[in-house]
């Protein structure tokens, strides 16, 4: 079972500076994302999402490959362009991994100028990736860990911020 966590950052970019840190970290299989989403509230007060599955695109490459290969053996072409629109259509309304309306929801909460991470967490290897993101500032909004998990996954987050408050201080 997939562990949820949300993560929100101060600024508009950091969430997507902790997404690319956590794809490098899944290519040296550290851990394995099911599904990731960062949202951006503008200092406006607009709320951007940005998913990282793109469902329609590969819904109308799918059903284009299929209405093709269809057309081809039925001698009719129009089926190519009918298997991508139903692709493209299907792909529209899947919704896989985290739920679009929970992500919009918790996006409305945060302070405009903010960003959150929101990510489906398959396995991972707990301390080498508290460790990379030690390195962020966040601050855990939603999660589905322990609470000793939850507490040290917040521990992690902090611990930037007090090494810099120490830097500052000295």
Known sequence: MSDLIVIGFKDEFKADE????????????????????????KREGKVKIKQTQELVTSGALTGGFWGLLLGMLFLHPFLAIFGAAAGAIS?????????????????????????????????????????????????????????????????????????EEVISVI
């Not at 902790?18 to 509230?41: C, F, G, P, S, T």
């Open 18 to 41: 902790v997404l690319i840190e956590l794809r490098k970290m899944e290519r040296e299989y550290l851990i394995d994302l099911e599904d990731a989403a960062i949202v951006v509230r």
């Open 91 to 163: 792909g529209a309304f899947t919704d896989i991994g985290i739920d679009d309306s929970f992500i919009r929801e918790l996006g409305n909460t945060i302070e405009p100028g903010t960003s959150a991470l929101f990510i489906l967490v398959k396995k991972s290897t707990p301390d080498k990736v508290l460790e990379e993101l030690s390195q962020f500032e966040g601050k855990v909004l939603r999660t589905s860990l322990s609470k000793e998990d939850e507490a040290k996954l917040q521990a992690a987050l902090t611990k930037f911020q007090a090494q």
